[in-house]
């Protein structure tokens, strides 16, 4: 019995160790969205308190705009450069910092729901990866001729958890795809610079910026931290190759765009418009997550037969095979 938790007990760490090295373990366990929870909520708490302190005339102390810009990549630096803004040209800082706070609860409310949405395919990740090794322990119980071939037995067992493995990283991997909406790996943090930047976008116009000048602006910021995007955006023809949910993203920038032009040539207002392209962007993008999610249940079928099944079914075939074979020679 030692045997059998002393190397499952090395095989899951050095798993883990792997998973670790390469940064997939904070990517497809539960920590990266439990820490993203946390300090979006943690950065709503530290807008209340900014807010607070200027609406009964407190004067913030430098502490109050260090915190700022500590909240959560990427909305702390946009906000922060917002504000600093803000500051400079002495324009109202309140109702930049209640959009903050809605966007970033609105934000932090999507996180939550998309995770409980995606919770059923992680707990069956998990599920299906402890499938194996509960397996083997029994079949090795019940079948007292495996105790002769322990060390073939331990060895079957690695290789067939390694290949279940393979099958629940896929179905991690597919979870984390679909609580983004089906966006890549590379473009996941769109769906946070894209509202930081138009919120940004919306603070420098409030404090008196030219709309166009504005935009340049934005860009120029969200090219720091996403400049693909930001190409996109500034280059508007370069996004006909992308295809899927990247799409809603980039035709955002464009749509903004164009109203900008609409603005500088008939010299009307466009804050309204953009911001209800802002919201109808929001909208789309919530209603692509709950399509991914609701398609995941049948989605995690492909990995479970090509991957899972045939790995608990191989060590059930392989253990029966060894009793008849031990069987067979006193026979």
């Known amino acids: ?62 502490s109050d705009w260090l915190a700022i810009k500590k909240i959560i990549f990427p909305w702390g630096q946009f906000f922060d450069f917002s504000l600093m803004e803000l500051r400079r040209k002495g324009a109202s800082l309140i109702p930049s ?8 609860k609105r934000s932090c409310e999507f996180l939550e729901k998309s995770k409980v949405g995606v919770g059923q395919a992680y707990a069956q990740g998990v599920l299906m990866f402890l ?19 322990k060390f ?40 946070t610079a894209s509202q930081s930047t ?16 504005a935009w340049s602006q934005s860009l120029q910021f969200l090219a720091k931290f996403e400049p693909e995007l930001s190409h996109l955006w500034r280059h508007t023809q370069n996004g006909e190759n992308f295809k899927g949910p990247e799409l809603i ?40 997550v709950q399509n991914e999610i609701s398609l995941l249940s049948t989605q995690t079928l492909k990995p479970l037969f090509i991957f899972i099944a045939p790995s608990v079914l191989g060590l059930i075939g392989f253990g029966l095979y060894l009793t008849w074979k031990k069987q067979a020679l006193f026979i």
Not at 154 to 164: G, P, Q, R, V, W
Not at 199 to 213: M, N, Q
Not at 250 to 278: M, V, W, Y
Request: charged share 20%; glycine share 4%; with cysteine.
């Open 198 to 213: 138009v919120e940004l976008f919306l603070a420098l116009v409030r404090s008196g910026t030219a709309i166009d000048y």
């Open 1 to 62: 019995m030692l045997y059998w938790w002393i190397s499952f007990f090395l095989f899951f760490l050095s798993l883990r160790m792997i998973f670790e090295e390469n940064g997939i373990w904070s990517r497809l366990v539960f920590q990266k969205n439990k820490k993203e929870s946390r300090e979006m909520k943690e950065g709503i708490l530290t807008i209340l308190q900014l807010e607070q302190k200027l609406h009964v005339g407190i004067f913030p102390e430098e």
């Open 249 to 288: 993203f980039i035709s955002l920038g464009k749509k903004i765009q164009a109203s900008i032009h609409i603005s500088l040539i008939e010299g009307t207002p466009c804050l309204d418009r953009i911001e209800n392209l802002f919201m109808q962007t929001i909208s789309e993008f919530e209603y692509t």
């Open 97 to 104: 910092l209640q959009r903050f706070h809605i966007s970033l």
């Open 131 to 149: 499938l194996i090794p509960l397996m083997s322990i029994s079949l090795y119980w019940i079948l007292p001729e495996l105790k002769t071939e």
């Open 152 to 191: 073939i037995w331990i060895f079957a067992s690695l290789i067939c958890l390694l290949m279940s493995a393979s099958g629940v990283v896929w179905i991690l991997k597919m979870a984390q795809k679909a609580q983004y909406g089906g966006l890549r790996l590379e473009h996941q943090q769109w769906w």
